[in-house]
């Protein structure tokens, strides 16, 4: 882990207050705290700021002193009521640093202008952004500290923002581990629309076919089925605010998607007809060109891997043995997957290196014993 | 692995011959040489047969000795050409058990029958099979006598097969590692419509949306969006076939999918109308409902692991070292996955445990020293 991650921010001192002590606010008061910062938390929901307060992620705003007067509020509460606790945060705190973390960023600054009014001098103090780290899990309980380390955090400015907020909040991002990057609001919800939220409706209206699949043809399911519908086990109270707030920014892609879906079913429906089958190969292809733009690990631009699977014995200890020799071997791993079989006792560990470095190992796991399928 | 896998078969003697000499084939005649019994290859193209000669994959049929009388012919050949093929074989060797392997399985048998036709007694000694395994690459170069290990392999009977056909196409299936399942063909092709061929189409539409998007809006692009779109890189001279010769169990999977996304473009365009966020909110509930429905590794019933997230440096032998500590603590990886950071030197590897090993895990690790996230 690099060193400099733990260092106390240039910029952060302190205090921070955190309204809305779920998931998100939960793990930045965690943070801040493994930094030095002094936390404050508050949220509508006495016992979720209790659990807070219990794993240490700050200490209730109610215990703050008299003249209470936080650096930097985060509101990190969901897409429907941000604005409204960002405005009242600039009003309650007149010389607070205000950002909010949601995952709509267009929707809350228009909360947000709509309820200052003529007080639109307070929208200096305002400056939205949007971590992108998420669990599974939600509530404070599943809250870490590191749950921003190396995800893109964007930093969403509008015309007013004063240069100090802005250090501010980038300090907040840097100090969590977060990749900064900046977008207006606009082109932030346009992006995280064919990013996140379109991959997130695909995977569950998909998964949603399943529902009344027989057992048998699910037992044919492999390891594609199971990458399409990961997402899909996503909690519904979550993504009903998100798709509620970015809802403008989705109809366009998914309209896009639909109008595919007219043209497949049209050349499905006649499949033998002229043209058809190069249409359907024009699909496949033009899935191929948008899935190779998708940067690999690291942001770098993506890149192509060279695999190879290894045949192990299912039990402890296998795969360990098998990535200590590559490990000795002095070759990085770029990707490991493990192969999900079906009735027999054999592992299958596909592993991804540089494609420079696939002949050799080879030679040398085939050498020292291991069933190698390149 | 399991030794007797590698034990001759106990109704499979040979010879066999296998027409088609792809991925599919070559591999077919890699797994039975290596088991001892005779493989004799054809293939339309020379070149393709010559590659998997030289692979030692079997023999060219034009050095089969006079009187040749295969046992068993294995029709490797794509689905458009696969029931002629399966045919003249039937007529080429009156005595020997023909099976195909094609993703298809109606379509096939529709066009053996068109193709005798009223020398329907032939259809006695025609199975057909699917083995669910593939790769990302294609042709004799890729194939591996360990393709189908641990893959299901379905076997698609119809209503006039010879009991002993049945039996040495089950044993090619079982002796190559094949998990055997029997479905009717329009079961078949009716599950992995739902299962394969929907997922494809999906993932493939998806990413064909990305062809146009800015770098800038692809940088934030998370593990989700990777995993939809994964088998979006697949070859599009393989799905034209099998979208081509499926397309009619496919239009009702891939309309009811149309339905739904016309249902949410509705509830997006107004957002704010009763009831709207009750249906996105149900949209992502039915697809929670599908996705754990999906069966687990080794075919069991889909199984909720508890995972745990460690804190790695990305540098050669750091995940080998974990690993092997794990393996040393007697603890069975479930699942594993390197996260793909954007920016930052840090890897993290999640592990997947079984719930009741997870606690003693985290307290074990943490113990060693490494930065375990529960």
Redesign the interface.
Known sequence: ??PQLLKKSAHLHGPVLIVGTGLLGASIGLGLRQRGVDVYLSDASPSAEAVATDIAAGVPVADAPAEFAPELVVVAAPPDVCGGLVAAALRTYPHAAVTDVASVKAAVLAEVRATLGDDVGQLRRYLGSHP?AGR?RSGAVAA?A?LF????W?ICPHDHVDPHVYRVVTSLAVDL?G?V?T?EPA?HD???A???H??????????????D??????????Q??????????????L??QI???N??Q??E??????A???R??H???A?AAPG??LD????????????????????GPAQQFA?L?V?V????????????????L????E????????????G?VEIAVLPSKKQSLVDDLTGRGW?V?A
């Open positions: 882990m690099n992108m599974e870490r590191e380390t190396s995800a893109p964007v581990g990749v990057t977008m082109q346009e992006a995280v064919l990013v996140s379109l991959p997130q409706v695909v995977s569950s209206l998909l998964a949603s076919r399943l529902q699949t027989p057992a048998a043809a699910l037992s044919l399911a492999g594609g089925l199971r990458d399409v519908t990961r997402i899909a086990a996503s909690d519904p109270g993504w009903v798709l509620g707030a809802a403008g989705l109809v892609p998914l309209e896009g998607l639909r595919d879906i007219d497949l079913l050349t499905l429906r499949p058809a089958r359907m190969a024009q699909l496949i292809a033009e899935g191929n060109v948008g899935q190779a733009r998708i940067p690999g690990k690291h942001g695999w699977t045949l014995d299912d039990k402890p200890g296998q795969i360990a043995t098998l990535l200590t020799e590559i490990g000795g002095d070759v990085n791993l990707d490991l997957r493990l192969g999900h079989s079906a009735g027999l006792p054999v299958m069933k399928v």
